[in-house]
């Protein structure tokens, strides 16, 4: 069994997508990172590119698009590719069939990959009201009703590595709202705005208390903080104060590390945040400068933006009054 981490947003676009083609295969690419656990972490889902194919029973992505979209969140966003996902519709499997394993190995193999995340969509069919009956909390979303029933897209999700045969399914850890790397992949049209039909999704969650006092199992290393449900709120509006406030700035992601690289005055900085933070402070460094990013205590996200703020204003101003004294004194 491994956790897969997954934003809700994924998963509204992924059902969106899946009932665009509510007889056909359609499907798309997974990107994000590998935790130090060994677990996925999806920041941002890909869907079928113009020219994919739609068949019954296969799913042919737009090789072309998905060549052209990776290279561009590698180099933007420092972003792997870690997965694929595709739909059975209502072919009642939810299981890789033998040509999925088939055509995951041959990507390992052809990528030089060591495991690969596949997950696979299914549209189940409710009656209208046993939804309610039932009423499971990790349902989303309106439902979408045709000939008096609900269509709720299910999604599983299967680990495979180079070395062992078979695959492991596993389950998903969702956090709340959209990545901030999705967000800002969409301001530079690396990827489309969301359908945001709404259509109804429904996971199997990992149970974090069980995962976290599991018998054998030794404590977690953390995994990236940024992947904690603390870390992506506090990301998540970080995020958006910051892009606001120096419109220019981009995130990047180098392994578990991650860097804003923002414009102030003259001078490009960049802004990285240590693994552990916010145990260890932020960091702003641009040409011989390394300003500690101190929030006294206060780690809210508003509250850090402000301290960057400062330092980069006091720099600003520093750098204007040594410009403008017009005779050196010594
Ligand atoms: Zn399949």
């Not at 996902?85 to 394993?101: I, K, M, T």
């Not at 981009?250 to 933070?277: I, K, Q």
């Not at 933006?305 to 101003?317: F, G, I, Q």
Request: net charge negative; charged share 25%.
């Amino acid at each position: 069994m491994f956790r897969v981490m997954v934003y809700e947003q994924d998963l509204e676009e992924i059902a969106d997508w899946v009932l665009e083609y509510p007889d056909r295969e359609t499907g798309g690419d997974l990107f994000g990172f590998w935790t130090h656990s060994g677990s996925p972490a999806v920041q941002l889902t890909l869907g079928p590119g113009p020219q994919a194919r739609h068949e019954t029973a296969a799913f042919f992505q737009d090789v072309r698009y998905l060549s052209e979209r990776g290279r561009a969140l590698q180099a933007r966003h420092g972003l792997q590719h870690i997965g694929d996902w595709h739909s059975h519709h209502g072919l009642n499997l939810a299981e890789p069939s033998g040509g999925d394993a088939s055509t995951v190995y041959r990507t390992l193999q052809a990528n030089g990959f060591q495991r690969f995340l596949v997950c696979i969509a299914n549209i189940r069919v409710d009656e209208v009201g046993a939804r309610r009956r039932v009423s499971r909390p990790e349902v989303r979303g309106p439902v979408r009703r045709q000939a008096g029933n609900d269509l709720v897209v299910t999604l599983h999700a299967y680990l495979f590595d180079r070395d062992r045969r078979g695959f492991s399914a596993g389950q998903f850890v969702v956090l709340p709202g959209e990545s901030p790397i999705a967000a800002s992949a969409r301001r530079d049209r690396i990827i489309a705005d969301p359908a945001g039909a709404g259509s109804a999704w429904h996971v199997e969650r990992a149970d974090h208390r069980a995962g976290q006092s599991g018998g054998t199992a030794a404590r977690r290393v953390p995994d990236g903080w940024h992947a904690s449900p603390w870390g992506s709120s506090f990301l998540r509006v970080f995020d958006a104060e910051l892009r606001r406030c120096f419109p220019d700035s981009r995130l990047v992601l180098t392994g578990l590390s991650l860097t804003y690289h923002l414009t102030a005055g003259d001078e490009a900085w960049e802004l990285s945040f240590p693994l552990d933070f916010p145990t260890s402070p932020a960091r702003l460094r641009a040409g011989g400068a390394d300003l500690v990013v101190d929030c006294g205590g206060d780690n809210s996200p508003r509250r850090c933006l402000a301290v960057v703020s400062e330092l980069l204003s006091s720099v600003a101003d520093r750098d204007g009054r040594d410009g403008s004294a017009e005779v050196p004194q010594r």
